[in-house]
Antibody
């Protein structure tokens, strides 16, 4: 079945970077855009951007431009989200979400908790 | 950015009774080129990732019970649950995708009495 399995929890210091992986299975990785969404503790959902796994093209929400980089490795059907210059308010659960042909998020990863603390 | 405002933020419901959640956008989500209205609804059950309920205003996602329905137009949208069941507890989010950055409502927590 279609699955998105993310890497494990991370603890980082302010100013560091973190790279979260999203390994896919059960479908053609290059056939669907992958989006990233984050959720701070007790807060709502925040959309970060997308990557086209086929071409590698990306689009980032203005808030994250300059700090986020989305990449992919088609050989292992995996998408990555790297966030740099981490601050305490980047503490959140980061999730990958597949965009289906109706442009909605039909499959989500389980989420990766990133804690930024000195 | 388009602001999505949900009401109420908390909704206690009795099993078997109907429930309704409203979502208002700061700009119209109607796309005149194709006639679609780009608002989706997600449910995040406790400890889980969000799951798609409704897309493009009123289309139910695969496997979603028909007690869920979406309606509205322009800037005002509603998610209706015809008869609430215990498994419907969680936080419901509307999301707009007519314009980047895509934005979510703040969420409505549905609690089963």
């Amino acid at each position: 079945q279609v699955q998105l399995v993310q890497s494990g929890a991370e603890v980082k210091k302010p100013g560091a970077s973190v790279k979260v992986s999203c390994k896919t299975s059960g479908y053609t990785f290059t056939g669907y855009y992958m989006h990233w969404v984050r959720q701070a503790p007790g807060q709502g959902l925040e959309w970060m951007g997308w990557i086209n796994p086929s071409s590698g093209a990306t689009y980032y929400a203005p808030k994250f431009q300059g700090t986020v980089t989305m990449t992919r490795d088609t050989s292992i059907s995996t998408a990555y989200m790297e966030l740099s210059r981490l601050r305490s308010d980047d503490t959140a659960v980061y999730s990958c979400a597949r965009m289906n042909y109706d442009s909605a998020f039909d499959i989500w990863g389980q989420g990766t908790m990133v804690t930024v603390s000195s | 950015d388009i602001v999505m405002t949900q009401t109420p933020l908390s909704l206690p419901v009795t099993p078997g009774e109907p429930a309704s959640i409203s979502c208002r956008s700061s700009q119209s989500l109607f796309h005149s080129d194709d006639g679609n209205t780009y608002v989706d609804w997600y449910l995040q059950k406790p400890g889980q990732s969000p799951q798609l309920l409704i897309y493009t205003l009123s289309f139910r996602a695969s496997g979603v019970p028909d007690r869920f329905s979406g309606s509205g137009s322009g800037t005002d949208f509603t998610l209706n649950i015809s008869r609430v069941e215990a498994e419907d507890a969680g936080v419901y989010y509307c999301m707009q995708r007519i314009e980047f950055p895509w934005t979510f409502g703040q969420g409505t927590k549905v609690e089963i009495k």
